[in-house]
């Protein structure tokens, strides 16, 4: 959809500049012309959320780590230090923990309206992998950060993922072995975590852009599902269109974020994490952070240990095949009036996982949390493939403009939903 | 929001019913059968009024100072407070006492050191020390009490109950927001000793069996502002001085939340208008 840019700089510098290196002509043609469907609705606004969260993470992250010290003797009472002595340390630490937590707000929100309007189906099969490999990137990113505060749901929480990897057979001990540097979750693996969770966003960074870059390629998917016919009927230009509608979001998000930090910023965390990591002493229940509990519901539901880790990784990466496993010629759930059902079936069941994962792995815990894994594999070997053959989709608008116009009715009115 | 209005097939209204009707089932199954485990829990503590509670929340720093007194004659045979310094007890949003008073406070403690020939020596503390640990390490603590008692900077974070599916949802949102487990908890243990014939079954403490005896009792701390001598206002006087102690940024927090957000709702007006009027001729 994007072309060769015909943006001119407007004096002779920048002409000079941009004869040599178009980077100003990159950047307009990405942000400035770049065209995009006029009908998208604020549930489109994540992109510009996500790419915020990051920044936002990275900052307040690098100012933490100058006053962090990772040291299994050292580390609790350095953060401890930021909460109580270092300027706005209590904002910078709540402000990154809580960042976390609405990062993945954030990504859960984009993933599940990929899912509702098809934003996975060809040509997008490669943006939407992307996607995946972020949310990989960020859900180690998260895991190692939850390891540095050295609390005890750090430490414990560690020693649990960690001991995933002993599953695998023969190797799974020195596999294990090697990541601790060590016999346990000690000194060296603490080191370790800092340095990756310092890498990994870095490398998350460089993902955003191949993503960006993949979305500027194939463009923009929107509600109504049909690919743009008509760049002047069926687009608005991304400024001032896109760039005002996705700050007003970014600044309501905002509004949810400052929330959290300023008035329940323990909300989402874990009082045994404000005890300092004992090896000696394991809590009652381990539980990780709220983001991964539907796959660790999955890991516990299943009796076997590797079994159980093999789900849980499976259960991520099945959405790597998605663009293959759903064979609908429909993209929208908006015009999918089965698949629609299905799906909020399906983010019920993973709100169900979430609450599961949070519950001792006992009685009927367990036999629930089976059923839900259950209907969360079925949902995408079995109901989405059969799906695109059962179910006779709604007449799809033949351009966006005519979606537009029959939302409307030909009035004005606003574009969100 | 996403559109469901268009759906009037019965067959999507009959899945999802089916869909809550197995989800609902397999909860309602599950929370039984967890019901019937929470014996080894201890009782659910009461829901305390606090100042420092809610969005305009600030300490009561005479309830601070009464606190302060009670963890000093009482929790401090015991209970360490070392990441905490004298001088924090004059900080800003803290107990309000007088850089005097702490000053002199520091001075009646023994702080190990070390004088300039490298001699190991005790001095009186000054404001920026932090209030010393009992006992060397956790062992040596243990040795003497069993059980090391914890320290207590941290204790009204460190220490939380569970609410049950579905109050825990509503404790993060704006007008019910509770975060005030730590304290109340606190509180509730400290009246917790109800079977007078066994100083340590505690109705709150899980297992109900806690290493530490009742500590409290009535009139033991004398109070010079009037306030009740009683266990009931001891323990909710010293679990707001552990709220402090363990969060003594809070006022600051709030105070700054509160600016954030109507500076936030503010901004978000301008660029919804700003939004409409550029929008305005788009369709």
Redesign the interface.
Same mark, same amino acid.
């Given at each position: 959809m994007s072309g060769p840019s015909t943006f001119v700089p407007k004096s002779a510098l920048g002409r000079w500049f941009e004869s040599r290196l178009p980077i100003m002509g990159l950047i307009h043609g990405s942000f400035v012309a770049y065209p995009t469907p006029?009908n998208l609705n604020y549930?489109w606004a994540f992109g510009a959320i996500l790419s915020f969260m990051l920044v936002a993470q990275i900052i307040t992250g690098i100012v933490l780590t100058m006053h962090y010290t990772p040291q299994v003797d050292l580390a609790f009472?350095s953060v401890?230090t930021i909460?109580?002595d270092v300027n706005w340390g209590?904002?910078l630490r @709540?402000a990154h923990s809580n960042g976390a937590s609405m990062f993945f707000v954030a990504v859960y929100v984009h993933m599940f309206r990929g899912l !509702?309007y098809g934003s996975y189906k060809a040509p997008r099969e490669v943006l939407w992998i992307l996607g995946v490999i972020i949310y990989l990137l960020m859900m180690a990113t998260g895991f190692l950060g939850y390891t540095l505060p050295w609390g005890q749901m750090s430490f414990w929480g560690a020693t649990v993922i960690t001991n995933f990897f002993s599953a695998i057979p023969l190797v799974g001990e020195a596999v294990t072995t090697w990541l601790w540097g060590g016999y346990s979750v000690g000194n060296p693996t603490l080191n370790r975590f800092f340095a990756l969770h310092y890498l990994l966003p870095f490398m998350i960074a460089g993902v955003v852009v191949l993503h960006v870059w993949a979305l500027h390629v194939v463009g923009q998917n929107n509600p109504a599902g049909v690919e743009v016919k008509n760049v002047d009927r069926d687009t =608005?230009p991304f400024t001032?269109?896109a760039t005002?509608?996705d700050?007003?979001a970014v600044?309501?998000f &905002?509004?949810l974020y400052?929330?959290? =930090?300023? !008035?329940?910023?323990? !909300? &989402?965390g874990h009082?045994?994490n404000?005890?300092e990591a004992n090896p000696l002493s394991t809590p009652?229940h381990i539980v990780p952070e709220w983001y991964y509990l539907p796959f660790y519901a999955i890991l516990r539901a299943i009796p076997s240990k590797l079994g159980g880790v093999t789900a849980m990784f499976g259960s991520i990466a099945i959405l790597a095949f998605l663009p293959w496993l759903d064979t609908s010629r429909v993209r929208s759930?908006?015009f999918r009036?089965?698949y629609? =059902?299905?799906f909020?079936?399906f983010v019920?069941?993973c709100l169900?996982l979430g @609450? &599961?994962g949070a +519950?001792?792995a006992?009685?009927?815990?367990i036999?629930?949390a089976r &059923?839900?894994t259950t209907f969360y594999f079925g949902f995408f070997i079995i109901i989405l493939p059969l799906l695109g053959i059962f179910e006779t989709p709604?007449p799809v608008p033949a351009t966006i403009a005519d979606a537009?116009l029959a939302k409307?009715g030909g009035?004005?009115? +606003?574009?969100a939903? | 929001m996403i559109r469901l209005n268009e759906d009037k097939d019965m067959i999507s209204f009959k899945s999802i019913s089916l869909a809550v009707a197995i989800s609902a089932a397999a909860f309602s199954y599950a929370q039984s059968s967890a019901f019937a485990q929470e014996e080894g829990h201890g009782a659910t503590p009461h829901m305390e009024k606090w100042s420092f509670s809610g969005m305009l929340g600030t300490y009561d720093r005479a309830q601070l100072q009464r606190g302060f007194r009670v963890y000093r004659e009482v929790c401090s045979a015991c209970h360490s407070l070392s990441r905490l310094r004298f001088g924090n007890l004059a900080d800003e949003g803290g107990p309000g006492f007088s850089e005097g008073q702490v000053k002199a406070l520091a001075a009646e403690y023994q702080i190990k050191d070390f004088n300039d020939k490298g001699e190991a020596i005790e001095r009186p503390g000054f404001p920026s020390d932090n209030f010393p640990k009992i006992f060397a390490n956790d062992d040596a603590a243990a040795a003497v009490h069993g059980k090391a008692p914890p320290d207590l900077s941290l204790i009204a974070k460190a220490r939380s109950y569970s609410r049950g599916f579905p109050f825990f949802l509503l404790d993060m949102l704006p007008g019910f927001a509770y975060q005030e487990h730590g304290p109340d908890y606190i509180h509730a243990l400290l009246n917790g000793y109800t079977k007078p014939d066994d100083p340590k079954w505690n109705l709150y403490f899980p297992g109900n069996q806690i290493a530490m005896p009742k500590p409290l009792s009535d009139d033991q701390v004398e109070y010079t502002d009037g306030s009740p001598k009683t266990v009931e206002q001891y323990s909710r006087d010293v679990a707001a001085f552990l709220m402090w102690a363990a969060e003594p940024k809070l006022e600051e927090r709030k105070r700054t939340g509160l600016n954030a957000l109507i500076f936030l709702f503010i901004f978000a007006g301008l660029l919804y208008f700003t939004k409409k009027k550029i929008w305005a001729d788009a369709h």
């Open positions: 006029r549930w009472s401890e909460m109580r209590w904002f @709540y !509702y =608005v001032p269109y005002i509608k700050s007003f600044v309501c &905002l509004i400052a929330w959290f =930090v300023f !008035y329940v910023p323990n !909300y &989402l009082a045994d404000y005890i009652a759930a908006a009036p089965m629609r =059902v299905f909020w079936a019920l069941c169900g @609450y &599961l +519950q001792p006992e009685g009927g815990y036999i629930a &059923l839900l709604k537009v409307n009035v004005a009115a +606003q574009p939903e | -």
